[in-house]
């Protein structure tokens, strides 16, 4: 059965670090590309960074660039987002996903929408305030 489950996320003040671990189980990450997104209340889920099954490449949107870094661990079977310099802007309901297609490349950055994800996590809050 395929499932991912988000963890490592709470309230933390602005300028600080998380660290969001999608923990996944019942396929192969070599497989599948995963994403992060985050939906704000009020606004639209939007893409924050994705990483390609296979070939290690990366895509981030703008807003978060220098500052967010995707990684996973095949072993533990997880994908992991580092989040630093956080801003209050960045406090969201945050969400990994498994897209069905491998998707490498360049590609990866230029898919990193939340339309070419299929299957979801069940969201973690991120919340950064003073």
């Known amino acids: 059965q395929v499932q991912l489950v988000e963890s490592g996320g709470g309230l933390v003040q602005p300028g600080g670090s998380l660290r969001l671990s999608c923990e996944v189980y019942g396929f192969s990450l070599g497989t599948h590309a995963i994403g992060w997104f985050r939906q704000a209340p009020g606004k639209e889920r939007e893409g924050v960074s994705c990483?390609?099954?296979?070939?290690?490449?990366?895509g981030y949107a703008d807003s978060v660039k220098g500052r967010f870094t995707i990684s996973k661990d095949h072993v533990k079977h997880a994908v992991y987002l580092q989040m630093n310099s956080l801003l209050p802007e960045d406090t969201a309901l945050y969400f990994c996903?498994?897209?069905?297609?491998?998707?490498?490349?360049?590609?990866?950055?230029?898919?990193?929408?939340?339309?070419?994800?299929?299957?979801w996590g069940q969201g973690i809050q991120v919340t950064v305030s003073s």
């Open positions: 990483i390609s099954s296979a070939d290690g490449a990366t």
């Open positions: 996903a498994r897209s069905h297609d491998p998707i490498r490349g360049a590609r990866i950055a230029t898919t990193c929408s939340p339309t070419a994800y299929h299957d």
